[in-house]
């Protein structure tokens, strides 16, 4: 499109008559003519003026035209306006090439033909008119250009903002990004990717060459999950494990499939996130969980025992209420001592003191304590505070303690032996009461004796006229080492066939008991013996319950899931190759926890009822009564 705005046109000559005659013939063309006589005139609207086209005589007084020609073309602005000589005198082709050497774009003679010199004119106009639309054009995109340039100038800025803060809050988070082409089965990673992943990984990667790494146990979920998510309209989630440099780590990944224009093949992009450590807490909580609760149904199991062990022999309520009371306490002082230790253990020191200063205020009578610096596990530290209290107690209402001038001596000393150390703990009264042996066994001395199968030792009691005497003497590495977390440990069956078990008899049965919770254990004993049945142990420790239980003759066995640090994982084992019938006691309500192969068998939970034992044992007889007629009618088959 031709623009319509008026333009310049400079006319010089010196003869006022023909200025006059060039506006007439150059009328009509939409533009401002300027007139100037003289060179000077010339130069001074050339600086003031846009101009396109210069008509310009060639002879003037001042100045002829070349001159003023090459003058023009030396100033920047103007080095391309259209110059036209107009000349009647210097018509030589020596004038016209010094003409068209000075810069003009036309030479025309005198006289000049009107409608040749307006079209010539017109040409240089339109021309011009053209040249500065093209050059307003061109400045006009030029403007766009920089702004678009500036635009994405500042969009590439804000997007390397972007994806630095996007790595740095991934780097933050330890959270790595994987892109997945179906097509080619590759993989693209983050350089953050090994760190989550815990094991170095190419990018690209071979989708295949990935699998490698993942957990044998995982790896068909996770070629699932990509196949999945490549058609997924939503975030797929899929947590994993793999083998990582530093052992196994849990990964968890979240990814969502994404189309690249019309047609394209779909990819899955996602993020990995090392979870190892939030799997293992949850884990550890559980197991926290599952402790507590174990011990807590322990704990209810041990005063269930105290309570019915104590009515047992109680002459009034009044006297069940305050040895229940005593024995209750005796064991949450101890619960405080193993509390302020973290429950690593007690000193035996301050576990006796404890034991006796109550009774202090009562009597004036001496008693010494003296002992080797011994430290208890929490276990054994329970049943000595019972111990203990029982002691006391006893010497308060009818040993030495009852009289003045009685005294009590506790000590306790290291025994070093090829075998391991053992401790020897006794408990000495004189100048009491004449000792007399009891018409039955109360439970204070049935508690008494127990501290001697809890530590895996003998206990001697003298009733001697001169004073009571009471010692043991036990393993001092089992009993008195520091707490240890429970492992869980299946052991593989033996070749060696093992002895063959007698079928038990119709009312009662020889049943083994394995429980390493003494008060537990005896109230239990009781409960099977009043029933008609034969009690084999109670047994505490594994190594005496692996002898036993491979060794020994009996019909059924309960045994206690957890036996201190360790489990009776391979007691069943044993039980199982000898095909006895059996069932396990436990304070643990949840049984996720127990090794698969132990889940399947029965369970006693803690605390017990007397009519769930007696209904589990009649179950385990009746087991082990079909097992008797099987064996049978094999023998009989074979003869």
Known sequence: MISDDTVNILLVDDQPGKLLAYEAILDGLNARLIKATTAEEALAALLKTEIAVILMDVCMPDLDGFELASMIRDHPRH?????????????????????????AVDYVPVPVVPEILKAKVQIFVELYRKSRQLDALNAELEERVRQRTEQLEHSHAMLQQSEERLRLASEAARLGTFEYEQTEQTLEWSPNAAEVLHVGVPSPQRFDAFIDIVHADDREAVR???????????????????????????????????????????????????????????????????????????????????????????????????????????????????????WTGVDLHELVTGAIEPFRSRTDNDILVEGDQVRLTSKFAQSMALVLHELV???????????????????????????????????????????????????????????????????????????FEFSFQGDLSTRTQMVSPRHIAILPKSSQPLPAVNVPTPRGCRILLIEDEALIALQLKFDLEAEGHTVIGPVARLSEALHTAADTEFDIALIDINLGADNSAPIAE???????????????????????????????????????????????????????????DESNQVA
């Open 79 to 103: 080095e391309k306006t259209a110059v036209i000589f107009i000349s009647a005198v210097r018509l030589d082709t020596d004038d016209l090439l010094k003409g068209y050497r000075t810069g």
């Open 224 to 342: 699932s999950y990509f196949r999945a998510a490549n058609f997924a309209d939503t975030t797929a989630e899929l947590e994993f494990r793999v083998n990582g440099a530093r052992g196994v780590a849990w990964v968890l990944a979240r990814a969502r499939a994404f189309k690249i224009g019309e047609g394209g093949a779909a990819r899955v992009l996602g993020t990995i996130l090392d979870v190892t450590e939030r799997k293992s807490a949850d884990s550890h909580q559980q197991l926290l969980m599952a402790e507590l609760d174990h011990r807590v149904k322990n704990i209810l199991a041990n005063v269930a025992a105290i309570a019915r062990l104590s009515s047992s022999n109680a002459i009034s309520i009044g006297a069940f209420a305050s040895a229940l009371d005593g024995r209750i306490h005796a064991m949450s002082a101890a619960h405080d001592l193993l509390r302020q230790s973290s």
């Open 393 to 467: 107690t006893n010497a308060v209402k009818h040993g030495a303690l009852s009289k003045p001038g009685g005294t009590v001596s506790v000590s306790w000393s290291r025994l070093v032996s090829p075998a391991g150390d053992k401790i020897r703990f006794a408990w000495k009264e004189r100048g009491g009461p004449s000792c007399t042996k009891p018409i039955k066994n109360g439970f204070g001395l049935t508690v008494i004796r127990s501290a001697a199968c809890e530590c895996g030792g003998q206990a001697e009691m003298q009733l001697a006229p001169e004073g």
């Open 574 to 632: 044993i039980l199982d190759r000898r095909e006895v019938p059996f069932a396990f006691t436990t304070g643990y309500n949840d049984l996720v926890f127990l090794p698969p192969p132990l889940r399947e068998y029965p369970h006693l939970t803690k605390p017990y009822n007397p009519a769930d034992v007696k209904e589990l044992v009649l179950k385990l007889q009746r087991q082990a009564s079909e097992k008797r007629t099987v064996t049978r």
